[in-house]
């Protein structure tokens, strides 16, 4: 591949990529847009030529769940090293969690976020903004005057906090309406999860450490479905880890209540048994995660789930922590993990080697449904002429261990090292523009 594209381009033709899997084709881009599709395509003599013989074509993934840090964390994650970790892992937009310090609260913050996200470039930063002053749960954020700022913010959450009010929590839904904005619960009943450290059952009883019971989060996506349709709003639903939620947001589908959900990569490949029995031994806090790892029965309801549509999307809750704050003992441990450089690899080893997607599955999944959840405009778009070229060219013959050592993130809390995993990004391009070009950033 050229790595001179960039410089030179006068457009960029891609030849011989399977789009969404299927037949080769030649796809030219021009002015950030697609504008032809066909075979034997050349555009003239000043267009670059990317030869994607084998690699699959898919729409620029879009992220409805990314933890950037900044402002306040830096040492953790910053807006560019998250952004950069995005488009290696074939993302062209990501949704930024209002957890920072100060919290995105105000117009100000997730203004600066935006700006921020411009200024890296790396891909598309969407601000989400806070549920709550402060992620406090005691009174509702400025969100009329987030969804009217730049940043134009339609995706509200108190993420890493529930909001437990049951009132608040009807307000919220009432009053994104006005803006078709959505509110991202994160499920957790507090009470039911008061000291809690892993998934509740045989494992946290063998460990001797305080579960975190699956009804916690179930009893919670109960009574928000029930609260949205009584109100008539969007409700998305953060992360989802048990079978048990997705049973309920079966029956609320069921109803055509207007109900989207999430599933993380690591939902869907990891189980609690590893915080027993990992590699390593017990009580590795590269485990510990919120929501936590479930039970094999769980990860094949997930699965399921997101194969039927019943869960809508997949998404990261890349959650970058700095060494100090995870490499210490079970209990201390900070809760998360990174994923944004992995999430198709291991989609394509839960979902697509066991046959349950296909690559337009995959395109559906990771990039169109969060794009439409978040009313992301020129994401999520089908490879088609006149769409805007956000394009990832992915290799998923190829299998190799994972080795964060290179990893664009500045933290390297991923579960997966020394996992060998399907697939790898070769190029991502927004509006045309190679972010990544042979697996590199551009």
């Known amino acids: 591949m050229n790595d001179r594209i960039g410089a030179t381009r006068d457009g960029i033709v891609i030849r011989g990529a399977r789009i969404l899997g299927g037949e080769p084709a030649d796809i030219l881009i021009r002015?950030?847009?697609?504008?032809?599709?066909?075979?034997?395509?050349?555009?003239?003599?000043?267009?670059?030529?990317?030869?994607?013989?084998?690699?699959?074509?898919?729409?620029?993934?879009?992220?409805l769940h990314t933890h950037l840090r900044e402002p306040g964390r830096e040492d953790a994650e910053t807006v560019t090293t998250g952004t950069r970790a995005a488009a290696l892992g074939g993302y062209t937009a990501v949704h930024a969690m209002a957890n920072t310090d100060p919290v995105a609260d105000t117009a100000g913050v997730v203004e600066q976020v935006w700006r921020l996200g411009q200024e890296a470039g790396h891909c598309d930063v969407q601000p989400v903004g806070a549920v709550t002053v402060?992620?406090?749960?005691?009174?509702?954020?400025?969100?009329?005057?987030?969804?009217?700022?730049?940043?134009?913010?339609?995706?509200?959450?108190?993420?890493?906090?529930?909001?437990?009010?049951?009132?608040?929590?009807?307000?919220?839904?009432?009053?994104?309406?006005?803006?078709?904005?959505?509110?991202?619960?994160?499920?957790?009943?507090?009470?039911?999860?008061?000291?809690?450290?892993?998934?509740?059952?045989?494992?946290?009883?063998?460990?001797?450490?305080?579960?975190?019971?699956?009804?916690?989060?179930?009893?919670?996506?109960?009574?928000?479905?029930?609260?949205?349709?009584?109100?008539?709003?969007?409700?998305?639903?953060c992360h989802v880890s048990t079978a048990g939620s997705v049973e309920i947001i079966?029956?609320?589908?069921?109803?055509?209540?207007?109900?989207?959900?999430?599933?993380?990569?690591?939902?869907?490949?990891?189980?609690?048994?590893?915080?027993?029995?990992?590699?390593?031994?017990?009580?590795?806090?590269?485990?510990k995660v919120n929501p936590p790892l479930r039970t094999r029965a769980d990860v094949e309801a997930l699965r399921e789930a997101?194969?039927?549509?019943?869960?809508?999307c997949v998404a990261t809750d890349h959650a970058p922590h700095p060494v100090e704050d995870k490499e210490t003992e079970w209990a201390a441990a900070a809760m998360?993990?990174?994923?944004?450089?992995?999430?198709?690899?291991?989609?394509?080893?839960?979902?697509?080697?066991?046959?349950?997607?296909?690559?337009?599955?995959?395109?559906?999944?990771?990039?169109?449904?969060?794009?439409?959840?978040?009313?992301?405009?020129?994401?999520?778009?089908p490879i088609e002429v006149g769409a805007?070229?956000?394009?990832?060219?992915?290799?998923?013959?190829?299998?190799?261990?994972?080795?964060?050592?290179?990893y664009a993130s500045k933290s390297r809390n991923t579960p997966y090292q020394g996992l060998t995993l399907p697939g790898r990004v070769v190029a991502t391009f927004l509006r045309g523009r190679p972010t990544v070009l042979d697996g590199k950033l551009a």
């Not at 267009?47 to 084998?54: C, I, K, P, Q, R």
């Not at 437990?164 to 904005?181: N, P, Q, T, W």
């Not at 805007?388 to 290179?406: E, F, S």
Request: aromatic share 4%; hydrophobic share 45%.
């Open 134 to 237: 402060g992620l406090g749960g005691e009174r509702l954020a400025e969100l009329g005057a987030m969804a009217d700022s730049a940043a134009r913010v339609r995706v509200f959450s108190d993420d890493g906090k529930c909001v437990s009010d049951a009132v608040l929590m009807r307000r919220a839904l009432e009053y994104v309406k006005a803006f078709d904005g959505v509110v991202a619960q994160h499920a957790q009943e507090p009470r039911l999860t008061a000291g809690a450290q892993m998934n509740e059952g045989a494992v946290s009883g063998r460990l001797g450490l305080t579960g975190w019971p699956a009804v916690a989060e179930e009893a919670i996506i109960s009574r928000d479905c029930l609260l949205a349709a009584h109100v008539g709003s969007r409700l998305h639903i």
């Open 388 to 406: 805007p070229a956000n394009l990832t060219l992915y290799d998923p013959a190829v299998r190799a261990a994972v080795d964060p050592a290179g």
């Open 31 to 63: 002015d950030g847009l697609l504008v032809e599709i066909g075979r034997g395509l050349s555009g003239g003599e000043t267009v670059e030529t990317v030869e994607a013989e084998g690699l699959i074509a898919l729409p620029g993934l879009v992220d």
């Open 306 to 312: 997101l194969a039927d549509g019943t869960i809508d």
């Open 250 to 287: 079966r029956w609320a589908k069921s109803k055509g209540w207007d109900v989207t959900a999430e599933v993380t990569p690591h939902h869907l490949l990891l189980t609690d048994d590893l915080v027993e029995d990992s590699p390593v031994g017990s009580y590795n806090p590269i485990y």
């Open 336 to 381: 998360g993990m990174i994923g944004l450089e992995t999430a198709l690899a291991v989609v394509q080893e839960a979902m697509v080697e066991t046959g349950l997607l296909d690559w337009a599955g995959v395109a559906e999944r990771m990039s169109c449904a969060p794009a439409r959840i978040g009313r992301l405009r020129g994401h999520g778009q």
